[in-house]
């Protein structure tokens, strides 16, 4: 049993990758380490448990990565990517201290495998793990009990005390009875808000009950806003997430990967009112597939349908659910209970833009429509060859941007500007300071496991001062 | 065919499972999945055979229980396994042993072994069997030559008809053609992946067997008991030929290719069997799939029980025990030949199958 009368060192509020990455961390520089982990262990994790891949920068190729990944590079990418929303000098820092971690993380633990099949794009830039990010979060917490960092589930942090930017105690529920748990350090590692339904309310209203959490449900931002009360200094905008385009039927929390959607660039998109809202040959899916949830977040109902007709289907990955199927399109928009007038006049005028060409679904072809608005920019065929497939598509929220601003110490900024001296955090709710928009495919992690390690080292440091 | 509800169950799982394919670098039962897009009872079946219950995806599994996806291979594919071997036997009514493989094996081990003391017994009469015996024969002073080969014989010859019989529609039935059973690259790919027993491996990780934690000890277990079955076979094999055709009948020294084989043989399956049995007793019921559990348990008992009475009649043949000991040990060698064709032997058969469809598959992608 832990004894939570005593005073830790450290005390690591979080369960996922980077809470794990500072309680290793911390633990391997002496400190003695609590890791409060809201959910129960077969939960364990946080959106960590969904993920597969890091993104990291590396000179050369290995048996695991196709090329290298300059730091130049990198900071190119991620530059395209939040239109210069990111601290320059954390992002320095971050991909910098990336580039040991194709060694620490075997070091705690952690396999490599090949990039998964589809995801070859990801091939020369990040790392996957044997089994994803549940069999990494496993091995950390392996690695992590061996070191001797204390673990407790279902320990749900209320609040702080926090006494002039310094860090006292944290008020826990755990076993249905409330602790005051001291540490003379505190890493804050507990994800975003974006299970909070409530919170998100507040920015999209009654949007807001249309969404599909894609990850834990455990993630609902109590510590963020509670750092915020303290006098943390915010980051990043509170309305924007990052969504990808999921399936309607999904469940609302914890979906994770199988319930997204490639379908997109291979036939149209129509919203409740069965008429198209945006481009869906943009661009290659792995570049464009980032941006569907928040498209699909400003239409009305937070609803749209992918339709496919024959030549569409079996293109895309496997779905976990199965397509709504018609011989006809009034009859699908029979089943989407969609106005099929309505949907039989905005596929009839697609088609009818659609203009010859070459398809080539591994290159930007020249299939596309004219004279359209919007436009489909590349693969368009029309759709006019029965079956047609449905897949009704919602919002799946993956992470929010809202944090609170650190310093290279992982310290925690105050309004004021000073640094908070015992206060960290790590990942997501302090990863806007670095993606302050966008998605950049395993950069979270990296983040995360960076801002992870120095929060637990400059901890361990500060409490054996 | 599997009951309609645990091949909807399968499909179901594998859907998810196809969606995600995090899995991919465990074994060969993913990138199988991955040729396909829909998942028939013959396609389920295939993979269930393919599955080496290695847990490793049950562990790494986001979906696994109390997630409402409730995915669990290994669980799902061994209840599978349970009816494949079921479905593939013959005839009905024997077939019907899997259900209650450990009751069965129980029974025919203790039969086997009364019916053989028995037969001695009245035939050979009480002072026989209570005395010494020593020098070449000495075994058939006990049991004679034909009475020991003929039924064991009989028995291994029913016992491989019965499981190639099965191999032979489970191969129709998951669609290979009888072309490609000779496919030679093929073979020696799966023959490499069998004796390797590679799919224990994990993707160099190893089983998460017992718990959540990596270890190859399974592999390392299963490698004794298998190579130890086949030193025994090759001991039976040299002493026959010695018997046989060089006119020199047992017992053999001690220092001879029989009883060397033989020993180390006896030897390996007694400390894998052992060690396997040990980690079946500590291992995470969660993964596991009960029927296929109890059919494990009682192949491997099987097993443990022929070594130890071969071992011990080689250290007591020359004292009056030896004759007991001899037909107690040809009673639970006899036990596991009649159980084989109706046990966990069978695997070997399917997965063997499962493994030369997947080479075939794969060099086709």
Redesign the interface.
Same mark, same amino acid.
């Given at each position: 049993m832990t004894d939570l009368t005593r005073v830790f060192d450290v005390v690591v509020i979080g369960g996922g990758n980077a809470a794990l990455c500072a309680a290793m961390t911390a633990r391997r520089g002496g400190a003695s380490v609590l890791l409060l982990e809201a959910a129960p262990d077969?939960?364990r994790g946080g959106n960590s448990?969904?993920t597969?891949d890091i993104r990291y920068m590396h000179d050369r190729p290995s048996a695991f990565v196709t090329g290298s990944y300059g730091e130049e590079e990198f900071r190119d990418d991620l530059e395209r990517v939040t239109g210069g929303k990111t601290n320059e000098e954390l992002a320095r820092l971050t991909i910098r201290e990336s580039a040991d971690l194709g060694d620490w993380m075997p070091e705690h633990g952690v396999?490599w495998?090949?990039p998964?099949? /589809?995801t070859l794009h990801l091939g020369r830039t990040n790392l996957?793990f044997?089994?994803?990010?549940?069999?990494m979060v496993?091995a950390y917490y392996?690695t992590a009990r061996t070191l001797g960092v204390e673990v407790l589930y279902e320990a749900d942090v209320a609040r702080l005390n926090v006494r002039d930017g310094l860090f006292q105690s944290a008020i826990v529920a755990q076993g249905g009875a409330s602790h005051e748990v001291r540490a003379k350090a505190v890493v804050v590692a507990s994800g975003g808000f974006e299970a909070n339904i409530p919170w998100l309310r507040e920015y999209w209203g009654d949007a807001a009950d249309n969404f599909v959490i894609r990850g834990t449900p455990y993630n609902r931002g109590g510590l963020l806003k509670d750092l915020l009360g303290h006098g943390a200094r915010p980051v990043g905008d509170p309305r924007e997430f990052h969504a990808v385009a999921v399936d309607a039927r999904a469940?609302k929390f914890?979906g /994770?990967?199988?319930?997204r959607l490639d379908s997109v660039p291979f036939g149209v998109v129509v919203n409740r009112d069965a008429c198209r809202f945006y481009d869906e040959g943009e661009d290659f899916w792995p570049k464009r597939y980032a941006i569907w949830g928040g498209l699909i977040a400003r239409q009305p109902g937070q609803i749209a349908y992918s339709i496919v007709d024959a030549r569409g289907a079996?293109r895309f990955?496997?779905?976990?659910f199965p397509p709504l199927e018609a011989g006809s399109l009034a009859d699908l928009a029979g089943a989407l209970r969609l106005d099929p007038e309505a949907l039989g006049a905005t596929v009839e005028a697609f088609n009818r833009a659609v203009r010859p060409g070459s398809f080539d679904p591994s290159r930007l072809d020249d299939c596309r429509t004219e004279g359209l608005h919007p436009p489909k920019s590349h693969w368009a065929l029309p759709v006019d060859q029965p079956p047609f497939w449905a897949y009704p598509l919602r919002p799946g929220i993956t992470f929010t941007y809202l944090g609170v601003t650190v310093n290279r110490h992982a310290q925690v900024v105050l309004q004021d500007g000073r640094p908070a001296p015992n206060l960290f955090a790590a990942g997501e709710v302090m990863a806007g300071n670095i993606l302050g928009r966008g998605y950049l495919a395993g950069f979270g992690l990296t983040i995360g496991t960076v801002f992870g390690r120095i929060a637990g080292r400059e901890a361990a440091r500060h409490a054996s001062r | 065919m599997p009951a309609a509800e645990l091949i909807k169950e399968a499909e179901r799982q594998m859907v998810i499972c196809n969606a995600c394919r995090y899995c991919e670098g465990f074994c060969a039962v993913f990138p199988a999945m991955e040729l396909r897009r829909t998942f028939a009872a013959r396609d389920l079946t295939y993979l269930a055979n393919l599955c080496f219950d290695c847990r490793d995806c049950y562990y790494a599994c986001q979906y696994a229980p109390p997630h409402e996806f409730a995915v669990n291979v290994p669980k799902v594919f061994a209840e599978l396994r349970v009816e494949t071997y079921r479905d593939y036997s013959w005839p009905r009514v024997l077939s019907g042993l899997y259900r209650r493989s450990g009751l069965a094996g129980g029974l025919i081990g203790a039969v086997s072994v009364a019916v053989v003391l028995l037969l001695v017994l009245i035939l050979r009469g009480p002072g026989l069997l209570f005395s010494t015996h020593v020098g070449p024969g000495a075994f058939y002073a006990v049991v004679p030559y034909a009475a020991m080969v003929l039924p064991a014989l009989a028995i291994t010859l029913y016992g491989l008809a019965v499981l190639l019989g099965g191999v032979i529609r489970f191969w129709r039935d998951t669609h290979g053609s009888a072309g490609e059973m000779l496919d030679a690259r093929a073979f020696l790919r799966a023959t490499a992946d069998a004796f390797s027993l590679r799919y224990l491996g994990g993707g160099g990780a190893g089983c998460n067997y017992p718990d959540e934690g990596f270890s190859h000890a399974r592999r390392w277990l299963h490698h004794l008991v298998f190579y130890g079955f086949l030193l025994d076979l090759a001991a039976t094999t040299v002493a026959a030929i010695y018997d046989h055709f060089l006119g020199w009948p047992a017992p053999y020294p001690l220092l001879s290719a029989p009883v060397v084989l033989g020993t180390l043989g006896g030897v390996m399956l007694v400390i894998g069997t052992v060690g396997l049995l040990s980690l079946k007793w500590q291992s995470d019921p969660a993964p596991a799939e009960r029927r296929m559990a109890r059919m494990d348990v009682a192949f491997l008992l099987a097993l443990l029980l022929t070594s130890l009475t071969g071992l011990l009649l080689l250290a007591l043949r020359e004292t009056p025990a030896m004759g007991t000991l001899l037909a107690i040990h040809l009673g639970t060698v006899a036990a596991l030949f009649i159980a084989l064709p109706y046990g966990k032997f069978a695997h070997l058969f399917y997965r063997y199958a499962a493994l030369i469809r997947n080479a075939i598959e794969q060099a086709r992608a």
């Open positions: 077969s939960m448990r969904h597969r396999r495998q090949r998964l099949k /589809g996957f044997l089994g994803g990010g549940k069999a496993n392996a469940p914890d /994770g990967i199988v319930t079996g990955m496997p779905s976990v | -």
